[in-house]
């Protein structure tokens, strides 16, 4: 468990986690979801992640 979460301390984790919010908006829509809701979920999502990308130091 330990080295997971060190793992969600890299920046390419959270590079990988922004892109993969963007394919999750992308199928969230393609099954009828409201595509603004969506969109907004999903960029602040990815916002949040490629912050934590800039910010976070390398895990140890």
Known sequence: MKAFFARLQEPSTHAALAGL??????IAIGQGADPHVVGAVGTAAASIFG??????????
């Not at 919010?21 to 992308?26: C, D, F, I, K, N």
């Not at 934590?52 to 390398?58: D, N, Q």
């Open 21 to 26: 919010s963007a394919v999750a908006t992308q």
């Open 51 to 60: 912050l934590l990308g800039v910010f976070l130091g390398e895990g140890a």
